[in-house]
């Protein structure tokens, strides 16, 4: 083979992989491991197009490097393989969500394939194989099974609190739960009370647990939805409306683990924004709880604040929209008025609730509260800037202190009270820092000392007490979905009982269509005869997407293991993730659910590490290049690129597949759309030049480009190192098919290294010279470098310098070729595989070693002295880097080059500077 048939090396090489399983990798004690994981994917119809496959072209370039340096490398891939897609595409057309999840599986696994990755496919998962959601299910009923005790600060089996019931009560119990219910009993009132009485009880204190709470309804998808699913009010599939609502639900305790959650981040190798955005999502603060006395009752609304000492200040309360005390609250005269806000206050997601802050709304509930400390009575407010679900759903207003409570108070014309020494009730609420100047026991102390005393003082009293209050929610559980891994739970006199273990899997059972039933149960409802030993109901409700991605990594490890998760040797071995690449956009779903079952998991002594992955890169966005034509107004006329400025034009998008460095392919223009059969086209030097501009790679806007058509045209390998090329990896880019072409003629040109001028494969066996040496080694050196920090795109440039370099010196010798090729290997492992075979060997060049750089091939052994007389340079002399000065000297006189500036004399001085210049002084 002379020419550089990628095609066919392509083809055969990944045949070579597959049929004996190259990258199959088991525990090897002999050698150190190392763990690269990437984000699974969801299957979507649409398949892959270029921007998918950056993260996954970084994670195999590492994979195969650090497999020739030695390592043992676990690099697995799966499918996140339940969702709402396919179940939305199940309602549309009938179709099994099953089937289309297969079939999608399948299309990406030949693509994935087509880009040459060196995963591990004797261990794929998908969630929703029941092999696999067994799993899930079990580590569930571990959730329902333990509650999280505050003294020992990790998750106990639950029979460890019965234990302390049956002993002693509530009165030796820490737990997390307990703090909100404050339910106290005695020993002999739980022996005392009936089973269904302790199961209640019980169901406070678990981490998987039932309860109600306030979550994001989608009539139109029949579904409870999460946060990051919901924006502007809408469902980010569909566009459908999404009200909040109280329902019963299944949720887990994760807000039991915010302060480890928050504490480990230090521990762990990940970008400051990551970290940054999981500490606001946790969002620790320390202050206080108050409760506030409501005028006429004996009711009290508990408060959450960072600042105690401006009980002073507090001219009044808000309370959220969704709080469950509000209809009572509400006096007749406003009720008309707060249930029109309420309604409305539904219809806006946390997540802009909680941003927009130019928003400002608000009702009056017509009730007064009292102030603990001054005893003023002060007005309750309705507004939509406070969340049922963080602190109490009750805010005490400071607007001398908070910009948002200012604005509120200016906007309904409320008191402003000023709080700190030398300010005007306008212009306090800028301070940060201050002094109290109220009269009383906070009179003339610094803030920070303030504090301190108002917390005494609020415990002294027994109106409030100290406390750490976090942002995080415990995470809603449970989806009114079809799709989903089934809740081992049953139902036995409307107690909740889990599945024995034995049970599991709890299989998803087949149902007649996919929508909620006619009484308004979720699509499980339809489900025929499926009841525990035939009697008593399971919950119809599945487990959210987040379930099965939280632990797929662990079943890497140990896939086809029947009777454990993973097992013990497994784990032990493979450990934490070394590098895990993934977008951004999970910083706050899935890397913080992850992180919480696997410390959850660790409690139980099942896995061996603190956290799940060591180092985190987020690979940034490939955006898309968009191309327009230009139609003139009221006409069948498109007009060229660099002519539209003398007609009355609109830009339309054009598919990117048909234009080529952005000029049009006019006929495959017309054959796009029929209505564009009959275009005419006004050129430009016989071309039509097309516009364009980066927008997001979407169908939308015709600028999505399959990686299938670019591996056709030009191959695998240069896709991959074109990826590679575009920037670094952790930054947006615009993908520009136009600039392909460079990587392609530099593979060409590696290819040619190989043969001689008739096209035949010839290496020599020469030594080689001090100076290809010097190019070979430097490249190895960098690339290694580069790898190591995970710069990919300053290895392709360097890659292309040496190839460069070697064909000016007619390179030649294997001495040379051989070790470029490994250092090659991992950005473009079908061409060097190819020609591994073709340097006569036999196994394949992933179990090759990277070869070693030697510095001694890339310290200079001379430098070129610019030769200076009186401060000009008058030409340059070639010297030994480690010549003595006295000999440089003789040198530069006896060359002739300076003999018509010293005009016959001897030079005053010579200025010797080693390795920078030489100047004579005459």
């Excluded at 497999?67 to 057309?93: S, W």
Aim: proline content about 5%; charged content about 25%.
């Amino acid at each position: 083979m002379s020419e550089y048939n990628f095609n066919q090396i392509e083809k055969k090489w990944q045949q070579y992989w597959k049929q004996h399983q190259t990258f199959k990798v088991t525990i090897d004690a002999n050698r150190p491991k190392y763990y690269v994981l990437d984000m699974f994917p969801y299957p979507s119809g649409a398949g892959l197009h270029v921007g998918h496959p950056l993260g996954y072209i970084a994670s195999d370039i590492v994979t195969r490097y650090k497999r020739i340096k030695g390592f043992n490398v676990l690099h697995p891939m799966g499918f996140d393989a339940f969702g709402l897609p396919a179940e939305q595409y199940a309602i549309q057309t009938g179709q099994h969500p099953a089937v289309t999840t297969e079939q999608n599986i399948n299309r990406y696994k030949e693509q994935l394939a087509n880009l040459g990755f060196s995963f591990d496919w004797s261990r794929e998962v998908r969630t929703s194989d029941p092999q696999y959601y067994k799993w899930t299910q079990w580590i569930f009923l571990k959730l329902f099974d333990s509650w999280y005790n505050q003294a020992t600060d990790k998750a106990e089996p639950i029979r460890t609190l019965i234990q302390k019931f049956e002993s002693s009560g509530t009165a030796n119990v820490k737990a997390a739960g307990h703090e909100e219910d404050n339910s106290q009993f005695s020993a002999a009132e739980w022996h005392h009370s009936s089973e269904k009485e302790q199961q209640a009880i019980l169901l406070k204190y678990r981490l998987a647990f039932l309860s109600d709470a306030t979550v994001n309804w989608c009539p139109a998808l029949g579904t409870v939805l999460a946060n990051d699913e919901v924006k502007d009010g809408v469902s980010e599939r569909g566009g459908y409306p999404v009200i909040r609502q109280k329902m019963k639900q299944w949720s887990l305790r994760i807000s039991a683990y915010a302060e480890r959650l928050l504490n480990d981040l230090e521990q762990i190798d990940w970008t400051e924004p990551i970290k940054e955005m999981q500490r606001n999502w946790i969002g620790k603060s320390i202050g206080a709880e108050l409760n506030f006395k409501i005028k006429g009752s004996e009711q009290q609304l508990k408060v959450f604040t960072t600042r105690p000492d401006t009980i002073y200040g507090v001219s009044f309360l808000v309370i959220a929209p969704e709080h469950e005390w509000v209809p009572e609250l509400t006096s007749p005269e406003q009720k008309e008025a707060v249930e029109e806000y309420v309604n409305t206050a539904k219809n806006r997601s946390e997540r802009d609730r909680m941003s927009d802050v130019k928003h400002i709304s608000g009702v009056f509930t017509g009730s007064y509260v009292i102030n603990p400390i001054s005893g003023d009575e002060i007005p309750l407010w309705i507004a939509d800037y406070v969340l049922a679900g963080y602190g109490t759903g009750v805010v005490m207003a400071v607007p001398a202190s908070d910009s948002r409570d200012f604005n509120f108070a200016k906007h309904f014309n409320l008191p402003i009270l000023p709080v700190i020494e030398g300010s005007t009730p306008d212009e306090v609420y800028e301070a940060k820092e201050g002094i109290m100047m109220n009269s009383g026991f906070l009179n003339g102390l610094p803030v920070k000392e303030a504090i301190k005393a108002a917390v005494a003082k609020f415990a002294e009293l027994g109106v409030g007490r100290g406390k750490v209050q976090y942002r995080i929610h415990d995470a809603v559980f449970g989806r009114q979905r079809y799709w989903g891994e089934p809740i081992p739970i049953y139902y036995k006199d409307d107690v909740a009982y889990p599945l024995p273990e034995s049970e599991l899997p709890l299989i998803l059972p087949e149902i007649d269509a996919f929508l909620p039933t006619e009484t308004g149960e979720p699509p499980l409802g339809r489900a025929k005869d499926w009841k525990y030993q035939a009697e008593y109901h399971y919950e119809l409700t599945t487990m959210p997407g987040w379930a099965g991605s939280s632990w797929y990594y662990l079943r890497y490890m140990a896939p086809d293991n029947g009777k454990q998760f993973v097992s013990s040797e497994a784990e032990k071995y493979w450990g934490s993730v070394d590098l895990y690449i993934g977008g951004s956009e999970h910083a706050t779903g899935h890397l913080l659910y992850a992180r919480f079952w696997y410390k959850f998991l660790k409690d139980l002594g099942l896995v061996s590490s603190e956290e799940p992955f060591k180092k985190l890169i987020n690979q940034g966005m490939i955006q898309g290049r968009s191309n327009f034509v230009y139609r003139v107004s009221n006409t069948h006329q498109f007009v060229s690129y660099n002519l539209r400025h003398q007609y009355d034009v609109t830009p339309l998008h054009v598919d990117v597949n048909i234009v080529e460095n952005d000029v049009l392919d006019i006929e495959a223009f017309k054959k796009w759309r029929s209505d564009l059969a009959d275009s005419e086209f006004i050129l430009e030097n016989g071309k039509y030049i097309c516009g364009w501009e980066v927008e997001k790679m979407s169908k939308r806007w015709y600028n999505v480009v399959n990686p299938d058509d670019i591996i056709h045209k030009v191959g695998t390998d240069t896709l991959r190192m074109y990826e590679m090329f575009l920037g670094p990896l952790e930054q947006f880019k615009p993908w520009n098919t136009n600039g392909i072409d460079g990587v392609h003629k530099f593979l060409k040109r590696f290819w040619k290294l190989f043969f001689d001028a008739n096209n035949q494969f010839y290496v020599s066996n020469e030594e080689p010279t001090a100076t290809e040496l010097k190019t070979l080694h430097k490249t190895i050196k960098k690339v290694e470098e580069d790898i190591e920090r995970f710069s990919f795109n300053t290895s392709v440039s360097t890659f292309m310098i040496c190839v460069n370099e070697l064909t000016a010196l007619k390179c030649t010798k294997k001495a040379i070729l051989e070790p470029l090729t490994i250092a090659l290997s991992p950005y473009a492992p079908h061409i060097t595989e190819e020609l591994w075979h073709l340097l006569g060997h036999a196994d394949s060049i992933s179990y090759a070693r990277f070869p070693a750089w030697q510095e001694k091939y890339l310290t200079e052994s001379s430098f070129e002295y610019p030769i200076s007389v009186n401060g000009k340079m008058r030409g340059k002399l070639t010297f030994p880097t480690d010549m003595a000065k006295e000999l440089i000297e003789q040198e530069v006189i006896g060359s002739g080059l300076i003999d018509k500036y010293l005009e016959g004399k001897a030079p005053k001085k010579i200025i010797v500077v080693p390795n920078k210049i030489v100047n004579v002084v005459v």
